[in-house]
């Protein structure tokens, strides 16, 4: 029971690491942070791919040329409908002062502007403009109406991505791919 909490648990951080690696690079890129210089995504994305080998336990490199393409496919795909559903704009922690900072700025630095999982997306910016604008009920309703459709085909995609990777696993692989959070 130890070893299958641990299992757990270290799947959780390394997901969670996993989706947070996009909005870190993007940060770095913005402004460069003591110690995360030298992060590079794409030796962090090939660090997450050789765990996964590991963990489904794939020793013969023709099996690894099936599995590997749907494994990505998942993972860009979770990384579309990220965590949190997109961009979030609202005080920060501690307080804020009521996003002044941040009106009209249009940068991601003031307000606890920032992204949650993936990137907002076209929808999730006009849904956010719409609100920022005090928009009409209906233009809201419009504008929200579009970001879940929206929503519901990234989600449609990440199903269908589970499901072509579940197709080519073991038994053993599959249940080794729930627990690190490529399937449900």
């Known amino acids: 029971m130890k070893t299958l909490n641990r299992l757990v648990t270290v799947a959780?951080?390394?997901?969670?690491?996993?989706?947070?690696?996009?909005h870190l690079a993007a940060q770095n890129q913005q402004q460069p942070r003591p110690g995360r210089a030298n992060f590079d995504p794409a030796q962090f994305r090939q660090n997450m791919l050789d765990d996964a080998r590991g963990r489904l336990e794939v020793k013969s490199d023709d099996e690894w040329k099936v599995?590997?393409?749907l494994i990505e496919k998942v993972m860009d795909a979770r990384r579309e409908v990220g965590f949190g559903g997109g961009f979030v704009r609202g005080p920060r922690r501690g307080g804020g002062n009521n996003n002044n900072d941040a009106q009209g700025s249009g940068n991601n630095q003031g307000g606890g502007r920032g992204f949650r999982g993936g990137g907002p997306g076209p929808e999730a910016?006009?849904?956010?403009?719409?609100i920022d604008a005090n928009a009409?009920?209906?233009?809201l309703k419009a504008k929200l109406a579009k970001f879940?459709?929206?929503?519901?085909?990234?989600?449609?995609?990440?199903?269908?991505?589970?499901?072509e990777l579940k197709k080519v696993l073991s038994v053993k692989q599959e249940a080794a791919a729930v627990l690190i959070g490529l399937l449900q």
């Open 12 to 22: 959780g951080v390394v997901l969670a690491t996993f989706f947070g690696a996009a």
């Open 67 to 69: 599995i590997q393409p």
């Open 125 to 130: 910016e006009d849904l956010q403009k719409a």
């Open 136 to 139: 009409s009920k209906e233009e």
């Open 148 to 163: 879940r459709e929206a929503r519901k085909e990234k989600e449609a995609k990440l199903a269908s991505a589970q499901e």
